[in-house]
């Protein structure tokens, strides 16, 4: 099984920063990989997928690269409205089996 | 307009049964790879079983033999039978529609929460 890993855990940040999380693979996805947020008593939403492509009606502040084994999203500048927990997922295999990283939460600093 | 409701969710004591289902809207899931993804309290995001368009399906290890994913074509509806539940399959329970062109988890329902106890 393809095992995601995200870091850091946590990370404290404040409105207006760049903001970088890091999602690797235990082996190579391509750019099998999409970014979901989640904020507390909500259900996931799909930010990105195909590694770097906004899902609909995503702001361009978010954006997402990389292939292979590392992966990356960036918020160009923190909104408030974006703390909240992000997760990787992967979907390579074929048929695909899907799994996800265990998350990477933004607070306040 | 695309519409995932989750529903049968509730309290059940070890070794016991639920059916959960996903009544959906605005999409023919025959067409679709569905999963039922679970969020434990305080925990990460596991997708748990997926029925792919053909009607393949597919397990995690932890709940292979135990649960069922299952679809009924003509009410646009998406089944998850527990059975023989433990513990540690207390959990949100999420039905998502994946998006066939990219295999992003593009409509989520709102959850139904199961609780194993006794």
């Known amino acids: 099984e393809i095992v995601m890993t995200q870091s850091p855990a946590t990370l404290s940040v404040s409105p207006g920063e760049r903001v970088t999380l890091s999602c690797r693979a235990s082996?190579?996805?391509?750019?099998?990989v999409a970014w979901y947020q989640q904020k507390p008593g909500q259900a996931p939403r799909l930010l990105i997928y195909?590694?770097?492509s906004r899902a609909t009606g995503i702001p361009a502040r978010f954006s997402g690269s990389g292939s292979g084994t590392e992966f990356t999203l960036t918020i160009s500048s923190l909104q408030s409205e974006d703390l909240a927990v992000y997760y990787c997922?992967?979907?390579?295999?074929?048929?695909?089996?899907?799994?996800f990283g265990q998350g990477t939460k933004l607070e306040i600093k | 307009e695309v519409q995932l409701v989750e529903s049968g969710g509730g309290l059940v004591q070890p070794g016991g049964s639920l059916r959960l289902s996903c009544a959906t809207s605005?999409?023919?899931?025959?067409?679709?790879?569905m999963n039922w993804v679970r969020q434990a309290p305080g925990k990460g995001l596991q997708c748990v079983a997926v029925?792919?368009?053909?009607?393949?399906?597919d397990y995690a290890d932890s709940v292979k033999g135990r649960f069922t994913i299952s679809r009924d074509n003509s009410k646009n509806t998406l089944y998850l039978q527990m059975n023989s539940l433990r513990a540690e399959d207390t959990a949100v329970y999420y039905c998502?529609?994946?998006?066939?062109?990219?295999?992003?988890?593009?409509?989520w329902g709102q959850g139904t929460l199961v609780t194993v106890s006794s």
């Open positions: 082996q190579s996805v391509n750019s099998n």
């Open positions: 998502a529609k994946v998006n066939m062109a990219h295999n992003g988890f593009d409509h």
């Open positions: 029925v792919y368009s053909g009607g393949s399906t």
């Open positions: 997922q992967q979907h390579y295999n074929w048929p695909p089996r899907y799994t």
């Open positions: 605005g999409f023919n899931i025959s067409n679709n790879y």
């Open positions: 195909g590694a770097s």
